[in-house]
């Protein structure tokens, strides 16, 4: 059964500060690994996806990692901003046992203050 | 182009009535998915539709929920009857054909008093 770690739970950081959000996971025979952010009250937003023959995707200040065979996923976001304050969540796809299915860490709750 | 979109956005209801939600993928994509954070855990995947099909129903709770996807458009998950433990936010996500990003919608508040 697959089993998703996100550390820190939490993060309170100035704005500025380069971050590194991680995600570890259990069984690495995933297909491929998704970022997402929600903000309160809201959905989540897709950031990164990232197939398992990949080892990293980018977009803007956001760089995600994937190292499958120790099961680890790094967020990393650079300069932050007051905008970037959410919680972030990683989420693997199983590649056996569920066509596609994500499943889905705790989360980091980040909060970048000015 | 629009997003998923989910409605209502909040449901209260007393323990014992039924609720519908339903869910609105984005045009095109034939995967359609419904997941459920309860009790502040961590999101947790209910099923797969693959058009109007069932692809998968493993994280379906129990026999009182019941999900349809009538014509491989909207869905709708019905709970009934609803208990307090049903209590959470109910997202339904969408993507293209095959293993793609997935794209959510704003979730389902629902309430059970």
């Known amino acids: 059964k697959q089993e998703v770690t996100q550390i820190p739970a939490a993060l309170s950081v100035p704005e500025g500060e380069n971050l590194v959000l991680n995600c570890s996971f259990t069984d690495s025979a995933i297909y491929n690994l998704q970022w997402f952010r929600q903000d309160p009250g809201k959905g989540l937003t897709s950031l990164l996806l990232?197939?398992?023959?990949?080892r990293e995707q980018t977009s803007g200040r956001l760089n995600a990692s994937l190292d499958k065979s120790s099961g680890r996923s790094t967020l990393y976001i650079a300069a932050s901003q007051p905008g970037d304050s959410a919680t972030y969540l990683c989420a693997p796809g199983p590649l056996l046992g569920g066509y596609n299915k994500l499943i889905f860490g705790a989360g980091t709750r980040l909060a970048v203050h000015p | 182009e629009a997003g998923v979109t989910q409605f209502p956005s909040h449901s209260v209801i007393e323990k014992g009535q039924t609720v519908t939600l339903r869910c609105d993928p984005i045009?095109?994509?034939?995967?359609l998915y419904w997941y459920r954070r309860v009790m502040g855990k961590e999101i947790k995947f209910l099923l797969h539709f693959v058009k109007e099909s069932k692809q998968d129903e493993s994280g379906m709770p129990n026999n009182r929920f019941l999900a349809e996807r009538t014509g491989g458009t909207y869905s709708t998950l019905k709970v009934q009857p609803a208990e307090l433990e049903d209590s959470g936010v109910y997202f339904c996500a969408s993507s293209l054909a095959g293993r793609r990003e997935q794209y959510f919608g704003p979730g389902t508040r629902l309430t059970v008093t």
């Open positions: 045009s095109g994509h034939d995967n």
């Open positions: 990232i197939q398992s023959s990949q």
